[in-house]
C-alpha cells in the first residue's frame, strides 16, 4: 500500500510541475459613446479657448492705439493697427532689461545644469550610504517653499555684500532649481547599462572621463529638458528680482514690466507691447528645442 502511495504521488508531483499557467482574460475595451465624444470636444474646445483667448488678447491690444483700446471690443481685431507701441518700449530701456535676463537666465542655467549633473552621477555611480543621504536632502529641497526663506536668504545677501547686483539673483536662482534638476537627471541616468561603466573602467578610464565622455552625452535629451524649464522658471522669476535687486539697471523683464506700468501710466497697448517682446525669447528656445524637450520628459522614467 505504501508503494501504491509513492507512486501515486510520483504520478501526480509532475502534473502539477507541467501545468501551464491560464490565460490572462483581456476584456474588451468599451467603445466610445456619442455622449462621451462630446464632452470630451467640448472639454478640449473649452481648453483651448483658455489657451488661446488670453495670447489672442495679448497680440491685438499691442497693435491697438490707446484711443482705440477704450472704444473697440476687447476681441475685435484692431481697427487701425499700429506698430507705436513696440517702437515706445525699445526706444526706452527695454534693452537692458532684455540684456540683465538673459545674463541672469544663462549664467543660473549653466551653474545648475553642471552642478546637478554631478551631483547625479555621483548618486548614481556610487551605491553608498553617503550618496543615498545626499540625493535624499536633494528631494526635500523640493518641500521647501521660495517664499519661506526669502527673509534668510536676504540677509544672506547682504552679509555676502551682493545686494543689488545680478549676482544676488543667480545664487539663490540657481540654488532653488538644483533639487528637481537632480531628481530628473538621477532618473535619467540610472537608465544607463552599468555594463558601458564597467567597459570604460577596464579601458582605464576615471569618474572625470566617464561623467564627460559618457554620462553627458547619454543624457543630452535630459539636459535639454531641464535647460528649457530651469531657463523658464528663471525668465519668469519675480520674487528674488524683487527683494535682492533695487536699481533700475539691475532689473530684469518680468520687474520692468511693472516699471512700465508706472512709466506709461494707463498706457495699456504699450504694456502688452512690453509683455509680448518678454516672451519671445523662451518661445524661440522652446521651438528650437522641442524634439529633445520632448525625448527627455518620456526617457528616463522606463522602470
Not at 11 to 29: C, E, F, L, N, S
Request: net charge positive; hydrophobic share 55%; proline share 8%.
Amino acid at each position: 500500500m505504501t508503494t501504491t502511495m509513492t507512486k501515486a504521488r510520483g504520478i501526480r508531483g509532475p502534473q502539477h510541475a507541467v501545468r501551464a499557467p491560464a490565460p490572462a482574460v483581456t476584456r474588451p475595451r468599451r467603445p466610445r459613446t456619442p455622449l462621451r465624444r462630446v464632452l470630451s470636444g467640448a472639454a478640449a474646445l473649452v481648453w483651448t479657448a483658455l489657451v488661446v483667448v488670453p495670447v489672442y488678447w495679448l497680440v491685438v491690444t499691442s497693435l491697438r492705439t490707446r484711443t482705440d483700446f477704450t472704444t473697440d471690443s476687447p476681441l475685435a481685431p484692431p481697427g487701425h493697427p499700429t506698430l507705436d507701441n513696440y517702437r515706445t518700449v525699445l526706444d526706452g530701456d527695454f534693452t537692458t532689461y532684455l540684456l540683465n535676463s538673459v545674463v541672469v537666465t544663462v549664467a543660473t542655467v549653466a551653474l545648475t545644469v553642471v552642478a546637478a549633473l554631478m551631483a547625479a552621477f555621483c548618486i548614481v555611480r556610487y551605491t553608498n550610504p553617503w550618496s543615498r543621504l545626499s540625493f535624499r536632502l536633494y528631494l526635500l529641497g523640493l518641500a521647501i517653499p521660495l517664499q519661506a526663506v526669502i527673509i534668510p536668504v536676504y540677509l544672506l545677501i547682504i552679509r555676502m555684500q551682493m545686494y543689488d547686483s545680478l549676482l544676488a539673483i543667480v545664487l539663490p536662482s540657481a540654488a532653488f532649481a538644483l533639487p528637481v534638476t537632480v531628481m530628473i537627471l538621477v532618473s535619467f541616468l540610472r537608465d544607463i547599462p552599468r555594463s558601458l561603466f564597467e567597459a570604460m573602467i577596464v579601458d582605464g578610464a576615471g569618474d572625470w572621463r566617464m561623467l564627460f565622455s559618457l554620462a553627458a552625452p547619454m543624457a543630452r535629451p535630459a539636459l535639454m529638458t531641464v535647460a528649457v524649464y530651469d531657463a523658464l522658471q528663471v525668465w519668469n522669476g519675480f520674487l528674488f528680482p524683487l527683494i535682492l535687486t533695487q536699481s533700475g539697471d539691475k532689473a530684469v523683464l518680468p520687474l520692468a514690466l511693472t516699471l512700465y506700468r508706472g512709466q506709461f501710466g494707463i498706457d495699456v497697448p504699450a504694456t502688452m507691447a512690453a509683455v509680448v517682446l518678454s516672451t519671445l525669447p523662451m518661445l524661440v528656445v522652446f521651438v528650437l528645442a522641442r524634439r529633445q524637450l520632448v525625448a527627455g520628459l518620456t526617457a528616463g522614467f522606463s522602470k
